[in-house]
């Protein structure tokens, strides 16, 4: 670890570990070799201080098992043509003993190996920490083969077997449900405390925990490829991604060991120019011991790895330092409105019908036309029917840019955009549903119109807060959308943004982040696809919901791998405190060796006083950085609802349902959808009005 450091031998025991591999846990602290070998010294080196007869012997014995923690280290590194601060350490011990100050040495020996043990402990705890998460695969899972159940180990698994879960069990891999129906428990990997309702057709993940139901899961990922395996790859690649302040840390510490090499021979070829060698020269060792750059080295790099590994057993992927960097800058942050502000789930939210005309009839009818169709109106639509009494309807054909036509019953009907249809009596509300930026269309059967169907991608339950906390700490919030610049506005009023650009194309998203840019550091929020590039254009580009997506993954700079949008401004406080753990590292650090360096030059402290200086303030540093990685930021929250999430709960029927709290959509009734149905999210959400299609 002496030259890992200064960046000159980085430490991968964990990073290189094969994928899927059941991560070892480190060593207690007592079993730490440098620490056993830093305790075995000292106890020599005190046991010299009680004798006279036997203190050289037990002072070089010291050195000896001290010096072996980072010794040999030095020396294959100094072979490979590599100079790190081991270097200087074995200098100035082989020094002493040159000198005769054989317990000084020892001493310098002695300190540098527990600060070695302590380091090397620091570090592989933080690695540890995202390689367990590997263990949240199972030892064995239960796979149906030939009608028969087996036990096979995880990485015998393979993509198309049918593995079998039971309550309370743990999913080996990635899949997709075949049969039966459960919630799982996701909290390990999205850092989501509400269990995700899963029937068959829904894709689950490796590591989660089945609930109270019997699944059967196809298999889409080997135990080396499913998602959690992704994960911890992607995280040790992100380690490597360094910051402006780490790159900074280790462009002043790789200089620095020739530099002190060069600053000691002038300490003592000038001063023994000016007489008594001898004191010059060990000043010389001492300035060696001194101007040891690791605490600078280490300032960033430890508080780094503990921030991305804490953040990604919360559900948040930071692809390192430099992200960790820009994240805690944020001073604006632009938010696309379908499926981040928004589910991207269109959903019924009000039907208003004309006299004598129930609720019931204009959804058959409308879902009669709709039955066939993959449109997201359709969904929402079939959602909110009783699809089990709905006949699909004859000859029915799409207008282009307005709507649907057919024959249900054996009559003419129609469904599309006002205009297409005409609202006749119901304008008014028409026009009211609209400005609460819903889509609107109007259902007509034998030339008479029934009524209107509103829909709308529902504002996140905790859009709202979400937005409250970034504005508690000081952030803008813009939103961006390609939509009308009426939903937008309407959906912007539900979650507190009063800055709101709308009916953007992708390259204009991506100009506006440019033009933001002069309020401060941006960061853009999507779904990693179709804001790409506004993403890059962000100084961080923070991708929404991307569990399992490697497209979203490796489009942005953070990953939100849950649905939570508070999970946003937790992410800022996180990387806003290991910012400032690190700035603090790299102060305390730099000033320590200003200041050692001359008092070592005047021969005002000695070798012992600077090598317990400098290695208590590399055990300050690593224990500083450490503290990056605690989650108090990153809580738990109390799950929300939204008002047709709660309404299907309590099973309120359609026409009792609560009103919509936005006073400009007072009176609107919310549906809710049809307990057990599914919809397919679909890419960019409903166009609204702003394409002239009704939505369509």
């Keep these: 670890m ?36 830093a305790a075995l010294a000292g106890v020599l080196l005190l046991a010299s201080l009680l004798t006279d007869s036997w203190a050289t012997g037990l002072q070089l014995a010291a050195l000896l098992v001290g010096a072996s923690t980072f010794v040999p280290g030095t020396l294959r590194t100094l072979l490979r043509g590599r100079l790190g601060v081991g270097l200087l350490m074995t200098i100035a011990a082989a020094g002493a003993v040159a000198l005769g100050e054989y317990g000084e040495a020892a001493t310098l020996a002695f300190l540098f190996s527990i600060a070695e043990g302590l380091e090397g402990y620091a570090v592989a705890r933080t690695h540890h920490g995202l390689r367990a998460l590997l263990d949240l695969v199972p030892p064995t899972a239960t796979v149906l083969r030939d009608g028969k159940e087996a036990e096979v180990a995880p990485a015998e698994l393979r993509i198309g077997d049918v593995l079998l879960i039971r309550p309370g069990e743990k999913i080996a891999t990635d899949g997709v449900v075949a049969s039966g129906r459960s919630a799982l428990d996701t909290s390990v990997v999205t850092g989501e405390s509400v269990p995700i309702e899963v029937g068959p057709g ?43 302040s780490q790159r900074l840390a280790e462009r002043c510490a790789r200089p620095l060991v020739p530099a002190v090499l060069v600053l000691a021979a002038l300490v003592a070829g000038l001063g023994s120019l000016l007489g008594e060698p001898d004191v010059w020269i060990e000043r010389a060792l001492v300035v060696l011991v001194a101007a040891a750059p690791c605490a600078f080295a280490l300032s960033v790099p430890v508080a780094v790895v503990a921030a991305i590994g804490a953040a990604s057993k919360a559900g948040v992927l930071i692809k390192g330092g430099a992200a960790v960097e820009a994240l805690g800058k944020v001073k604006v942050v632009a938010v696309d409105k379908t499926g981040t502000l ?16 129930t609720r019931d009839r204009v959804l058959a009818v409308a879902a009669a036309l709709e039955a066939r169709s993959e449109h997201p109106l359709a969904a929402a639509i079939l959602a909110a029917a009783d699809t089990t009494t709905v006949t699909a309807g004859t000859d029915v054909e799409a207008v282009p840019g307005n709507g649907l036509r057919g024959t249900v019953d054996g009559r003419k009907a129609r469904l599309g955009k006002p205009g297409f249809i005409d609202p006749g009596p119901l304008a008014e509300q028409v026009r009211r549903l609209q400005d609460a ?12 119109l029934l009524g209107a169907i509103a829909v709308r991608d529902e504002v996140r ?39 709101v650009r709308a009916e953007l194309l992708p390259e204009d998203k991506a100009r506006i982040v440019t033009e933001l840019k002069a309020r401060g550091p941006v960061a853009m929020v999507g779904d990693g696809i179709n804001d790409a590039p506004a993403l890059a254009t962000a100084e961080a580009g923070v991708a929404m919901g ?18 939570d949008l508070r999970r946003l401004p937790d992410a800022i406080a996180h990387t806003r405190a290991a910012r400032r753990i690190f700035t603090q590292n790299l102060l305390m650090s730099g000033a320590i060796l200003v200041a050692l360096v001359p008092l ?38 109390a799950p929300l609802r ?55």
């Design 2 to 37: 002496a030259d890992a450091c200064c960046g000159t031998d980085t430490p991968k025991a964990t990073a290189d570990a094969t994928p899927g591999e059941t991560a070892s846990a480190p060593a207690a602290v007592w079993q730490v070799r440098e620490l056993q070998a």
């Design 546 to 563: 991307a569990m399992g997506s490697d497209v979203a993954i490796e489009a942005a700079d953070i990953a939100l791998m849950g649905e």
């Design 202 to 244: 829904a894709e689950v993940f490796a590591g989660t925990v089945n609930g109270a139901g019997v699944l059967e899961i196809t298999v889409t990922a080997t135990a080396e490829d499913n998602s959690l395996a992704r994960l911890v790859h992607i995280v040790h690649e992100a380690q490597e991604r360094k910051g402006s």
């Design 342 to 357: 928004t589910r991207n789930e269109p959903a019924v939210i009000d039907i208003v019908t004309t006299p004598d005309t």
């Design 642 to 696: 939204s008002a047709h999430q709660a309404a299907a709960t309590a099973r309120i029927p359609a026409q009792v349902a609560a009103p919509m709290a936005a006073p400009a959509t007072a009176g609107m009734v919310l549906l809710p959808l049809t307990t057990g149905s599914t919809t397919e999210p679909v890419t960019g959400g409903c166009c609204g009005d702003s394409c002239g299609c009704g939505g369509r």
């Design 437 to 448: 930026g819903a889509t609107v269309v109007l259902v007509e059967h034998d030339s008479r």
């Design 461 to 499: 339950p905790e859009a709202a807060e979400a937005i409250t906390m970034l504005k508690r700490q000081g952030v803008e919030v813009v939103m961006l959308t390609g939509d009308n610049a009426r939903t937008a506005a309407a959906i912007a009023a539900d979650a507190g943004i009063t800055d």
């Design 600 to 637: 070592a030059a005047t021969g005002v402290l000695g070798l012992a006083a600077v090598v317990a200086t400098h290695e208590l303030a590399e055990v300050l540093v690593i224990g500083n950085g450490i503290r990056a990685g605690r989650k108090i930021r990153l809580p738990h929250h």
